[in-house]
């Protein structure tokens, strides 16, 4: 500000050694002193620094957002919401949100700058804070760069994908993904060799939805791309394409290292990694805890189709490497492919699957969680076995775990199961004996578990 510097260099010398030049200060400070001091005009310079300013001319003013047609809740479940952006019960409101949503129930507007705060740092809220903000999304966007998430609910028209931001045009292609996936295909074709790698990377996953021997092509190609990343990606998409070429030449690769004969797998480990491996995504540094040689062997076995095996192999004894290398292949295989036929044999047979129990567990139909949980649960923590299905869990399956909770003693060793169930458990059982239950002061997890079963049940009822 124009005459500070003077003041603070007399406060600094004293007035008879630099006298204070008022003159300097802004007409307005000057007009306002009159016969002040230097302390006065301090003062005055310390407020118009903090406030002062003119007022500014030529702005437009903000448009005026879109509105929207759904409903809003009844007032106590709008409490509810808010309370959660305090941070009450805050894990609950990704429920409360899809749960309005398939209620017909629209937000609040005033509730919308706090919902995109909390969703700009954590991904997964995204997708139901825009849906939540509709009409609105896109003008909150153009409001604050923390929320440039919210441009993902823009996708109509060909502009975004021409002129948009990485946001919008990631938006429009999955939108198009969904609708066309041909012309989604040839959309990506015309643009892949101007984008950069991580903008290749992030399209090119958009094909998992809706993967078809069309995309074959596009797919092998990729293979040559000059990023690891998406030459990776692309393979992982080869893998899923059913009868692809690259299914067929892993396929030939683990028979040019395996035989099966008299009841026995007999394994000839690769001795090098060739040009052609390492085109197709075979990684050459091996994991920790296995031999270089038997990593690529294991890559070889996961990528090929699960076709190429027989169930019956599970039993075989196996020669030239170690049997869970065939296992946790299979098992990795498994659930790429989604197979519950596998799942079941691998589960069934106690193989070594790499940690995937809980991966191998929810492929298989929820009618079969529960007993399978029951016979896998002697040898896996029933919280890693529950903990990796999908929510909110089915119902016998809510009242099983809730039933093992409701008969548990107090001991600490229950409150990671406790803590998982209170949010899986279906709306169904929320209503479950336990929340009925006297809890004691120093129960902790048993408290909690109850207080937010019994919140999510209010919760319901009140956008029923």
């Known amino acids: 500000m124009r005459g500070w510097d003077g003041l603070v260099s007399s406060a600094l010398l004293g007035t008879e050694r630099r006298p204070p030049r008022f003159e300097e200060l802004p007409p307005k400070i000057q007009e306002q002193l009159g016969e002040g001091d230097l302390l006065d005009a301090a003062a005055l310079a310390t407020l118009y620094k903090r406030a002062g300013r003119k007022p500014l001319e030529g702005l437009a003013p903000i448009p005026a957002a879109p509105g929207e047609d759904r409903p809003l809740p009844r007032p106590s479940a709008i409490r509810r919401l808010a309370a959660m952006l305090t941070g009450f019960q805050t894990t609950a409101l990704g429920e409360w949100l899809r749960a309005a949503d398939a209620r017909g129930w629209g937000v609040p507007p005033e509730h919308l700058p706090a919902l995109a705060d909390y969703a700009r ?7 139901l804070v825009v849906k939540a903000a509709g009409r609105r999304a896109s003008w909150l966007a153009d409001l604050n760069p923390d929320w440039r998430f919210l441009h993902a609910a823009v996708v109509e028209g060909n502009d975004h994908w021409t002129h948009g931001n ?14 066309d996936p041909a012309a989604a295909l040839e959309a990506l074709k015309e643009v ?14 958009l094909l998992a939805d809706g993967l078809s021997s069309a995309d074959e092509e596009f797919c092998e190609q990729a293979l040559d791309d000059r990023s690891k990343e998406v030459r990776r990606a692309a393979a992982g998409l080869l893998a899923r394409i059913p009868g692809s070429q690259y299914g067929e030449r892993m396929a030939q690769r683990v028979w040019s290292h395996l035989a099966v004969s008299q009841g026995v797998i007999a394994v000839d480990l690769p001795a090098r990694l060739t040009v052609a491996m390492e085109r197709d995504g075979i990684e050459s540094q091996p994991q920790e805890g296995i031999g270089k040689r038997a990593w690529w062997f294991r890559q070889l076995l996961a990528a090929a189709p699960l076709s190429t095996y027989e169930l019956s192999y599970l039993e075989l004894d196996v020669e030239g490497c170690a049997p869970e290398v065939l296992q946790v292949a299979w098992a990795q295989a498994a659930v790429r492919e989604g197979s519950a036929e596998w799942a079941r044999a691998l589960l069934q047979a106690n193989t070594k699957t790499g940690n995937r ?7 298989l139909p929820p009618e079969e969680w529960v007993p399978a949980i029951e016979v896998l649960r002697a040898r896996v923590d029933i919280a890693d076995l529950v903990g ?5 869990w089915p119902a016998p399956l809510g009242n099983a775990v809730l039933d093992q909770l409701a008969q548990a003693g107090t001991a600490r060793s229950w409150a990671r199961l406790a803590s998982i169930a209170a949010r899986a458990a279906p709306a169904e059982v929320l209503n479950h004996p336990i929340t009925r239950e006297p809890t ?3 129960d902790t997890w048993r408290r909690r578990l109850v207080e937010t079963l019994i919140f999510r049940r209010e919760m319901y009822e009140e956008l029923s």
Do not use: K, M, N
């Open 357 to 363: 129990v809980a991966e191998l567990l929810r492929i």
């Open 166 to 179: 990485p946001i919008q045009r990631r938006s429009w292609l999955r939108s198009l993904r969904q609708r």
């Open 440 to 442: 004691g002061e120093e």
């Open 388 to 392: 990796g299905l999908p929510v909110p």
């Open 192 to 205: 892949w060799p101007s984008e950069p790698a991580a903008i290749r990377l992030d399209f090119l996953g």
């Open 121 to 127: 740092g954590r991904a997964e809220y995204r997708p």
